[in-house]
């Protein structure tokens, strides 16, 4: 009973997977009743064996229909508020400032008009089709703080939304009965396009939880506020910034295609300043909104269960989703759910985390507390080793970059000795001991950083930085370090049966590891240039790491000194704090 109940280590992943080793058995029993392969005839027989899914291949499915139509949803909302922007330019370009009352009747006669309605749906598809692909194409919990110039999946989301704001400009100048030449078509193609560069290439795409949870309301209106730093308004600036690159590049482009004379006019109009500001307004505010609203709908919180103290024989789906299993998942997005569900459990005071702390039966063992500190060490722990990586392949280059200048160095030297003393000196061993001791002086030296050349500034003008770790690292630490650290120091007054002392060693040492190998990265390449955004995640992460290491010092203080601990951890104990 128990081997099937734990859920770490060499045995299974949960106790609910019992029925399905049984499941497995019975087909291998059933395939066993097949005779042997020796001829061609039984080889047609024979059928490929029955691999039945996992709980986590299950979890995972459920969690990805859902995820799917919320942005689904999303895209729906997105494209309402797109019709919205319809109705609102076609009422904006019916207005005319010498008759305002008539202005307003044939704006209102003209949205209610049964003319408006197909083109309506015609706007309403092309923005939702638009919107859906690009939020499941690149709207990612681990996606870079902007997409580089060079991905094919960028481009493709770039063209399917400037043809759907051309959708829409083309709507609202057939409803409007504006007069539309090459010229205004030109100058109104340009200014679309250079919004759906920027609202794709310029956007931040991660999906990160919202601020208003489940009131999406609050979310709409602060979409359509022109407070500072709301997405209509910030969407408002940057057109003025883009109308200053739309209007030579439309001006030079219509004189080589459309014609001089057209080209002039068209710029003497001021209808068609107010469109290209108009339509850039839109396409950049459509952008921000859609991710506004598509964090606030797919990011929702989900709510993960404890399991039972006791064993289930036949769980349903619902009851094999519990916290246990979905920490064991490898799906990026469910483990950023996973992970924030069991920071508020973390934070939460009540029967709820005291189950954490509880006992399974049969056995009475910690099952609870073990499956989720284990997930989470493992977490910080993986997240460790590409920073240790990346701190080997640093030493490595420095190492190499230093040789050659340190042999010249001891050359020189043995030039000015005599022969028999250069003889006597400078043996193998003794070389290559004063070898490494020019290194490391060297090393700590400051070094000016080479300057870039043409191609390294354009690669990374195309290039996202990548820095050693990802924001989507950084988060899964930040959660980690953050449970742990207070489920480590409510056990102080909740842990009756003391559980969590036994691996308070064994947390603290993760996060000292963690915390020391950010740090001494940064040591490794303290003479190298660096860039603040590709730093950012490391800096969050051990920002993290060194609070959780505080908490648990300010909580159990000079007790942490009868832990199995070296003196470098508590060396380090002592400064992180």
Known sequence: MDSFLSGGGGAPNSFYEYEYAKADLSSSRLSSGFRSPSSPSNMVLQSPPLVLPSIFDQIAVWFRGIIDRRKVIASAVSSGCSLLFF????????????????????????????????VSIIVFISSF????????????????????????????????????????????????????????????????????????????????????????????????????????????????????????????LGFLTVGVYPTILSLLSPSIHFCLLAFSTVALAMGRMHVRITREIVMKPLHFPLPPPHAVRSPTPAQTRTMLNVLEADDATLKVFALTDLARLSRVVGDRRLEIFSLSQPGGH??????????????????????????????????????????????????????RIRQQVYSTAIRSRHARSLRATAALQPRVPPKPTMWEKAKRFLDVPVGVISRHDATLVQLASESLSLLVVSSFD???????????????????????????????????ATDSEADAPLNAMDEALATAVYQIKNQFGDHLRSLALSKEEFSAIDMMC
């Not at 076609?90 to 202005?103: C, D, E, H, R, V």
């Not at 919107?131 to 063209?159: H, M, N, Q, S």
């Not at 701190?391 to 160095?409: H, I, M, N």
């Not at 190998?517 to 003479?527: G, K, Q, Y």
């Open 87 to 118: 109705f609102l330019l076609t009422a904006l370009l019916q207005a005319s400032p010498l008759s305002p009352f008539a202005s307003v009747y044939g704006a209102l006669s003209l949205l209610i008009s049964p003319a408006i309605i197909t």
């Open 129 to 252: 089709a638009a919107l859906g692909f690009i939020t499941l194409l690149i709207a990612k919990p681990d996606t870079a703080p902007r997409l580089g110039l060079l991905r094919k999946d960028a481009w493709a989301a770039a063209v399917i939304y400037f043809m759907s704001q051309m959708v829409l400009v083309a709507a609202v100048h057939t409803i409007a009965g504006s007069p539309m030449d090459r010229a205004r078509w030109l100058f109104s193609s340009l200014a679309v396009a250079f919004s759906s560069l920027h609202v794709i290439f310029r956007n931040d795409f991660r999906l990160v939880f919202g601020t208003f949870g489940s009131k999406l309301s609050l979310a709409l209106w602060e979409c359509v506020s022109l407070e500072a730093g709301s997405p209509l308004a910030t969407a408002a600036k940057e057109a003025v910034l883009l109308y200053r690159m739309v209007l030579p590049t439309a001006a030079i």
């Open 366 to 419: 910690p099952r609870n507390w073990t499956s989720i500190k284990n997930a989470c060490v493992r977490v910080i722990e993986e997240t460790r080793e590409k920073v240790e990586c990346a701190t080997r392949a640093l030493g490595a280059r420095g190492y190499a970059d230093s040789e050659g200048e340190d042999d010249d160095g001891v050359d020189r030297q043995m030039l000015l000795m005599p022969e």
């Open 494 to 528: 909740e842990d009756r049966y003391g559980v969590v002392q036994r691996d308070l060693a064994e947390v603290l040492r993760a996060l000292i590891k963690a915390a020391n190998a950010v740090r001494e990265h940064f040591r490794t390449r303290a003479a190298r």
